[in-house]
């Protein structure tokens, strides 16, 4: 009863109407803000790694420039390059003859190139006419004969200058000990720069730069978040020269995320395997030292963070708001239903007989109209009781009175039964027959109860009737065929249909006196379902003038004669009762006989 209560559905409909706009309102937030945050993130990380790989590509220009200062002084003697170009192996040096000293030269090259970069952690020169290694650490240097170093080859096997990926540091073979040092503990990447012999493309030393990170991680942490982001700067073969993560430096990456998308120079993908769920950014880059590409992985849980914030804040104000429509719709719920409470309790009043019982109208909207109108309603019911008690006695005088006139009908009726009983006695069979016809006819006549019976007993109250008449006319001048199939006996139909038409008979067909007349009756079903019934006799029959004017009055409903009315009444209650496509046949010659069809379509199953 409370799930169906009125009070209950209002409050449930102001919830609803409280709940959906809040719940669409928070989740079309949610969804706008995160389509907006992703796409502000994906222009404002473009323009970072833009600038990322911007700031690399002059930092590497910077070292390029730096090594392409060894060129100078390529024609004045003593100077660095003609150092180079002058170096011979010691076996090719004759006995007697020394080498020329070109340490203070190289080592004071060095010297200057170590100065001019802060991030600069040593400086290599391998010298291959002289197979020999320069190396400067920290303002010391060491020169040896290193037979067994082989020069770094650039991986795309161009034979240019190119960037080795971060390692940790090494000697290059020299064996020499530097104070303070130990070998292998300080993650670097290297410059190689191959020193031609110009203008060919004979190498003549192999210049070597390691770097620390401290200026490559300056620039890379400017271009992610290092909380929530992490950032790799790849090579070509997929190793890491800078890794937000530590674990990766010197390592090749391997994971799918890395291998970016042929012919685009930058853009963006999701990503949602390798244990990363989120956005790949990615920036080619392309220079003379370094090629490769920036990437940087954004989560999800950091680009949404702001929706998420954003959808929390409008959850708890729709919570807020979900609080006041509860209050609000319990309020407005009982303000609604507290006059419906009392119309409910007037009419539990007046269902248990209490008529007179009133409810105050105390509003002036629609509940208040509705509560005159029921209270107007009651005092008009209670005055037709009032009325109907007075018609109900009226009623009842009315029926005693009924009774009083059946006394009379009944009473002949016993009392018929009483003389043919006498009869019997007194061994008069033929009266008891008579008597016992005539009682069957007027107890079939009498009996009101029942305006439909089976064609049986119409049948049989014909048969009464017949043997009534042929008592008065002679059984030699009187005769009924009767031919009923089986299945047309316990059809329904309504009272005195076959008397009246018979009863026509005595009155209009030998009205000149009856003489071996004959009367057939037959009832049988066809093949449309339709039950005929056919009285036929052997009197006068009608003129072709009667009878059209007989069928016409029947088709009109008129009243044309005193003939046709028996006809019609019979017509007319088959139409009502049984079926509207009911049918009154006549066919007749003059001298003939005449001929009544009944035709009754049934409907199915009757």
């Not at 991030?119 to 920290?138: K, P």
């Not at 370094?290 to 963070?305: A, D, T, V």
Request: with cysteine; proline share 4%.
């Amino acid at each position: 009863m409370f799930r169906n209560s009125i009070r209950t559905r209002l409050m449930a409909l102001v919830l609803l109407a409280s709940v959906i706009p809040s719940g669409i309102s928070v989740t079309f937030s949610y969804f706008y803000t995160r389509q907006s945050v992703t796409e502000q993130s994906e222009k404002q990380n473009t323009k970072l790694l833009t600038l990322g790989e911007s700031n690399l590509g002059s930092y590497f220009d910077t070292m390029n420039q730096r090594a392409m200062s060894m060129y100078s002084g390529i024609n004045v003697p003593g100077s660095f390059y003609t150092t180079l170009l002058t170096a011979k192996s010691p076996d090719n040096i004759p006995a007697d003859t020394s080498l020329p000293d070109n340490r203070a030269v190289i080592s004071t090259q060095l010297f200057n190139l170590l100065l001019s970069d802060r991030n600069t952690y040593q400086i290599h020169l391998y010298v291959r006419a002289a197979q020999q290694s320069n190396l400067l650490h920290g303002g010391i240097f060491r020169r040896e004969t290193n037979n067994s170093y082989v020069p770094a080859v650039n991986p795309d096997g161009s034979g240019r200058p190119f960037i080795e990926v971060t390692h940790m540091d090494h000697q290059y073979g020299v064996k020499s000990r530097f104070p303070n040092l130990k070998s292998g503990t300080v993650p670097v990447f290297t410059a190689h720069f191959p020193v031609y012999r110009a203008p060919s493309s004979e190498v003549l030393a192999d210049l070597s730069f390691d770097f620390r990170l401290s200026e490559l991680e300056g620039i890379m942490k400017s271009v992610y978040n290092a909380d929530t982001e992490h950032l790799y700067v790849l090579n070509e073969q997929g190793q890491a020269l800078f890794a937000s993560d530590p674990e990766w430096i010197g390592k090749p990456v391997t994971a799918g995320w890395s291998r970016l998308p042929a012919g685009q120079d930058s853009g963006h993908y999701t990503w949602k395997k390798d244990g990363f769920n989120g956005i790949v950014m990615f920036q080619r880059i392309e220079e003379p030292l370094f090629k490769g590409s920036i990437i940087k992985l954004i989560p999800y849980e950091e680009l949404y963070g702001d929706a998420r914030v954003i959808t929390r804040f409008n959850a708890v104000i729709g919570v807020i708001f979900l609080i006041l429509g509860g209050i609000t719709a319990v309020l407005i719920s009982i303000g609604f239903t507290r006059p419906i409470k009392k119309l409910i309790s007037f009419t539990q009043k007046v269902q248990i007989g209490q008529l007179d019982a009133h409810v105050d109208a105390e509003r002036e909207d629609e509940f208040g109209l509705l509560t005159r109108k029921i209270t107007g309603m009651t005092r008009t019911i209670n005055e037709l009781i009032v009325q109907e008690y007075r018609l109900e006695l009226a009623n009842k005088t009315n029926q005693l009175k009924a009774l009083q006139a059946q006394v009379n009908p009944h009473f002949l009726y016993n009392a018929l039964q009483s003389i043919a009983s006498l009869s019997l006695r007194y061994n008069a069979p033929k009266i008891y027959e008579l008597i016992y016809s005539l009682g069957s006819m007027m107890r079939y006549s009498m009996n009101t109860e029942r305006a439909a019976v089976p064609l049986r007993d119409e049948l049989e109250h014909v048969r009464n009737y017949v043997i009534l008449q042929t008592e008065r006319f002679g059984e030699e001048n009187l005769r009924l065929d009767i031919d009923a199939e089986e299945a047309a006996l316990g059809i329904i139909v309504p009272k005195m249909i076959l008397q009246p038409i018979v009863e026509n008979i005595f009155k209009h067909g030998f009205a000149d006196g009856i003489h071996e007349a004959v009367i057939s009756i037959s009832c049988a079903l066809d093949l449309q379902g339709c039950l005929n019934l056919t009285v036929q006799d052997n009197g006068k029959g009608l003129s072709p003038e009667r009878l059209e004017e007989v069928t016409a009055g029947l088709q009109s409903s008129g009243r044309t004669g005193r003939e046709e009315i028996g006809l019609i009444n019979v017509l007319a209650r088959l139409q009502l009762q049984m079926n509207s496509g009911a049918q009154l046949q006549l066919c007749s010659e003059e001298g003939a006989g005449l001929t009544v069809t009944l035709r009754i379509p049934l409907s199915p199953g009757e």
